[in-house]
Each structure stands twice: as C-alpha cells, then as structure tokens.
C-alpha cells in the first residue's frame, strides 16, 4: 500500500497548470521550467558519459547511494577513494568509469537533493492558497524529503563545504534560489496580516533550523 497523499499533492493534483511527479516518499517533484516548455527530457548529469544503456546508470545510482551512506557516516573528507572500492566492490579504474571524481559524487549527491526541492518549491509558490498554508506545505514537503532520503539531506547540509570552484558556485546559487522563494512566502504571509511585522531574515532562518534539526533525531524505524 502506498503513502496516503500528502496536503502538497491534493492541491497539487487539483491544478491543471501545474505538472508533477510524486514518488513513494510523498515529496512532490516537477520537470524544470525550460523541460516543460521544451518538451525536452531532464539532460545527463557531469560526468555521465555518452552512449550507456540503463545498465551504467542503474551502476552509476548503486555507487551514488553507497557513496552517500559512506559520507554520512563518516563524512565527505573521512571517506578515501580506497573506502569507496571496497564498499563498491569495483577497482579504482573501474569505478572512475562510472564517477568523473570524489567531488562529483557530492555534485550529484546535492542535486538530487535540491532540484526536486526547488521544483517543488516553484509549484507551491504558485499555489492558489494563502501564504501561511503555502508555508505549512513547504513545512510538509521538507520534512518528507527527510524521511525519504534522510541520509542525502545529512550530506547535502554538512559536506557542501568540500564543494569547490564552479561546484561551489553553482550550489550556492541553487540554494539561495530556494532560500529566495521561502522570504518570499514570508513576506507575503506579513502583507496578508498573517503574520506580524518581524525580522524576516530571522524568522525564515528559524524555520530552516527547525526542519535542520529534524536530521539529528530522525530514524526510519520510527524510533529517535
């Protein structure tokens, strides 16, 4: 049986201007907005080599999430190559077959974090709803992310720093395109007389760490 639908996805599912994808997890993702004007399928990821059937990708995500189970165990910076071959299974050329680098696969491990955030963020922006419940369905749609992949988001938020130049660069601007919707809802919520006239910077930042904070304490198993 599946997940019982989430308060995201009944409004989304009512919306005929707005297109998604729910997974299990009940977190609601969406094509990109140039996909769906285009009608062009999502592009391959850095590093993701030409000319390979589903076999290399169905490969390429198993050392995805054993990477991710290694960093966030013992972090980005305590896992060496040598950790990864032998969880893996492959040698070392075998496994640069499939990775372009360590550093790529916390490149991949963070998108697949925030680009479904982020289209899911766009879609309920664009929800017909009040501010404040926008804002309690972002709330839902974190926390589903969390419970879904919880070992991905650990990695996202802890190991970025290790991210360097364009790498860097390009998170940084994806997380502050995130960061940038929730002041949006925010302020909207304090123009609606939701919410009384505060500090925004500091009430978006509280309910960020509110959620953060789920990833110390949360267990799969229900337990804490």
Partial sequence: MGEPPTM???????RRDVRTRVPSGGVAMSTTEDQRESGSSPKRGRGRPQGHGPGYET???EILDIATRLFAAQ??????VASLTRA????????YHYIESKE???????AQVMGPLIDTMRDIVALDESA????RIVSEALLAGIAQRPDHVWVYEHDYRYLTGVNRTRFLQRRLEFEGLVFRLVDE????????KSDVRLLVFQFFNLHKGTIQWYQRDGGW
Avoid: C, D, M, W
């Fill in 132 to 135: 404040a419940v926008r804002i």
């Fill in 75 to 80: 972090g980005y910076s305590g896992t060496s």
């Fill in 88 to 95: 893996t299974g492959l040698g070392k050329g075998a496994l």
């Fill in 189 to 196: 919520a304090i123009e609606q007389g939701t919410f009384r």
């Fill in 59 to 61: 490969k390429r995500q």
């Fill in 8 to 14: 995201f996805s009944r409004i989304v599912r009512t």
């Fill in 104 to 110: 790529n696969l916390l490149v991949e491990i963070s």
